[in-house]
């Protein structure tokens, strides 16, 4: 059966392909009552699952015996079959089955949550920490229930157009899937800014969010057409539609191709103004991509990325080697390295602390603040690295000037431990400040003063002017970065730094939309960083933009008071000119 799904689009382009159901929300699992004369059937339901993750582990380590997995792999699976075939598991849930009739499933999971709460109990940290691994065989016995594949999320048959549907993902999980050959990415849940949408949109294949029900609706192996720009998948297409699609397709592969005859082409307006285009990436391998791109720095170097799925905190000396790989790897170009931006949805791996309100919550530099020897230790890494070339410290989440000064504090520190080691660093490395809190951007000229450069975050300042919850899909209409209060505060900030001589960039997803390069240059903005894949879309733009005649028309919009002149004005700009 053919079906159309409509969902927000993060990445564009149109893929087609096969859909593999990655990580189904397996938890979420159907509770009903058996009639007495199943439950015997019902516990064999059980035992065969139990029985089919046996078989995949005991694949797995075969796997691991030739020499295909490393070591680490095996012990986690040994640990993995005792607990699948521990009997306060199985036996307790199929009791659970004979006594009250409940489906398995719901047999299986509250026997998993009577365990959890007794792991909670347990005072050694380490043990402790084995619940999510309760937690994930678990999960593994109840897709085995459902009929779902593998215990490798990758092991579509259709290597090269497989889609990944997921029911959410944090940031990390994505972070994982950058090594692998997805042609589009589709989850249930997320927004256009939440840092999973971010990270998917830097796999630079089409991707749509906030499906809702995808991961329902569509089966393993149903053939899909994914178009990222108008955020919609079509299920099973008939033959004429797809032929429809597959011509797009190519159409859209000839723009690009068209689009990389500018990738050397200095980005200057037709007045003569020279614009500088940087690359957002999180870790050092996407350094390929950016040269792709033809970015001449690096706006926003994510360094919390380093942080991600691991059970350690990297060390100085791996920390200090990625980022000297990057500053290497751009020859002196520009290496802007926000430090760690954790917490609220980029948590590390085993952080048990949730906050009422996450978004408001220790994050950034205020989790920085709070943990000075991790500071300390990334501090110093950056310091090492800007031997190696233009490296620049950018703090993200200030809310304080207070910050700024403990910050800079904690920098002189780590420099004055580095010469007593005597190791070379770069004395007169700039830093700078994320504005991406309103009362940073009110209070302008305090930062300003202790700063040497600003990057505008336009990503949180919407979510926080806005108060709109920036990864809530129930709430993503509300998110609008042509707000009349988030134009003016982005303009406002780029006005009063070039009064002040302060050099300003804006890197949030705003600096790589399009829609947005000319209202953004009408505003004075001369720095932008984006994602790789954005770069070539935005330098066109800005060939074809003349200063003196967007200036007048930027200024209207940031004075129209309905979202329909607003949209009139905008359309203005962006066709005509
Ligand atoms: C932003 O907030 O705009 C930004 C660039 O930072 P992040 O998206 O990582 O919060
Ligand atoms: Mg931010």
Known sequence: ?????????????????????????ALEVMHYLIPKHQVDKEIARLNAAFAAVRTEFEALQQSVVDGHARAEFSAFLELHLMILDDPTLSDAA????????????????QQMQALLLQFEEIEDAYLRERKADVVQVVERVLKAM????????????????????????????VMQYKQHQFVAFLTDLGSQTSHTAIVARSLNIPSIVALHHAHQLIQEDDCLIVDGTQGIIIVNPDRYVLDEYRLRQGQLELERKKLQRIKGIAAITLDGTPIDLYANIELPEDIAQVKEGGATGIGLFRSEFLFLNRDDLPGEDEQFEAYRTVAVKMHKQPVT??????????????????????????????????????FHTQLRAILRASKYGDVRIL???????????????????AKQTLRDDKIHFDEHIKVGGMIEIPAAALCLDMFMRKLDFLSIGTNDLIQYTLAVDRIDDTVAHLYDPLHPAV???VSHIIQSAKRAEVPVSICGEMAGDKQFTRLLLGFGLQQFSMYS?????????????????????SQKILKADHPEKMATLLARLNDGV
């Open 1 to 25: 059966m053919s079906f159309i799904l409509q969902g927000i689009g993060v990445s564009e382009g149109i893929a087609i392909g096969h859909a593999h159901l990655a990580a189904p929300a």
């Open 94 to 109: 199929r009791d659970m089955i004979a006594q009250t009739h409940c489906n398995a499933e719901w047999a299986l999971t």
């Open 146 to 173: 459902m009929g779902h594949p593998g215990y490798l999320p990758i092991a579509s048959k259709h290597t090269g157009d497989s889609i990944l549907i997921a029911h959410d993902l944090s940031p990390a999980d």
């Open 337 to 374: 390295i926000r430090t760690f931006d954790l917490g609220a949805d980029k948590n590390l791996k085993g952080s048990t602390q949730v906050a009422a309100n996450p978004a408001l919550g220790l994050r950034a530099i205020r989790l920085s603040l709070a943990e000075p020897r991790m």
């Open 395 to 413: 703090i993200p989440m200030l809310s304080n000037v207070s910050e700024i000064d403990q910050t800079l504090h904690l920098i002189e520190y």
């Open 487 to 489: 134009l003016w505060l």
């Open 533 to 553: 894949a954005q770069l070539l879309t935005v330098k066109n733009q800005i060939l074809k933009s003349h200063l003196p005649d967007i200036v007048p028309l």
